[in-house]
């Protein structure tokens, strides 16, 4: 099902198309550059970053065990202004886009640009998966009900007043060639002023992408239709007015 449908007020922070691949050789400065070379337009701050996996381990009869990973390193490259961001690493490479979004259409040359420089560059033997993401941050008022807005809150017992209460809930919303849908909603913050949710939606495929930019820039359309399809299933019409529905001309 596709939904023709657009909000003046969104509530989408970011959303982040991924690409993770085997690498073929380990990572290097010289890639880095090389990357960043055929990228000018993310021309403003760079970050050099690490990663720290702490890994918890508990087996029978044991006490929990800790680890550390091996730190990954990656390259972040902004554009001057700083609303988008590129990411870059031995495996990964992302494109991260902040307020102000505007539509998915006009995000697809920067993505197939920078999926087709990291392929070129890294040369990678074997996908891992393909990613995409929306964080959306919801701000409700205060004194409202969340079964208003959300269509996934749960039937809570009468003993639970339906008021704003830490709560999580995880549901799979769609399956779709090569790849799966998942909503996350949960209680982020509760103040005096407005009770803040997330609606973290995320699509992943599975392993039988081909790695040709084509294929995976189709892949990436299939999931947005099915990412705004899983948004529209979240929320309720309530949310709709909230957030500054438009429909779209057919």
């Known amino acids: 099902m596709t939904f023709k449908r657009h909000y003046d007020d969104p509530p989408l922070e970011e959303a982040i198309f991924e690409l993770f691949v085997q690498p073929s050789a380990p990572w290097s400065a010289e890639k880095s550059e090389a990357l960043a070379k055929r990228l000018p337009m993310f021309s403003g701050k760079r970050e050099e970053l690490e990663d720290v996996s702490v890994v918890f381990q508990l087996g029978p009869g044991k006490s929990v ?18 609303s988008r961001a590129i990411q870059f690493g031995a495996g990964m490479c992302t494109v991260n886009v902040r307020r102000p979004y505007g ?46 807005y959300f269509e996934m809150y749960p039937r809570l017992p009468p003993e639970l007043p ?5 709560f999580a ?42 790695l040709e930019v084509d294929q995976l820039m ?33």
């Open 103 to 148: 539509h998915f259409a006009e995000h697809l040359g920067t993505i197939q640009d920078v999926f087709a420089a990291y392929l070129d560059v890294t040369k990678p033997h074997q996908i891992g998966w393909v990613g995409q993401r929306y964080l959306n941050i919801a701000r409700l008022p205060a004194d409202s009900f969340p079964s208003d």
């Open 218 to 250: 189709a892949w990436q359309s299939r999931a947005h239709a099915s990412i705004g399809s899983s948004f529209e299933l979240t929320i309720t019409d309530t949310a709709r007015k909230l957030f500054k529905a438009v429909p779209c001309p057919p």
């Open 169 to 210: 809930v995880q549901v799979e919303t769609a399956k779709f060639e090569q790849g799966t849908t998942i909503v996350n909603l949960a209680l982020l913050e509760f103040a005096p002023d407005a009770a803040v949710y997330t609606i973290d939606i995320y699509a992943r495929s599975d392993d039988t992408v081909p």
């Open 162 to 166: 339906q008021a704003h209460r830490p």
């Open 65 to 82: 065990a800790q680890s550390v990973n091996q730190a990954s390193s990656r390259t972040r490259l902004w554009v001057p202004e700083q």
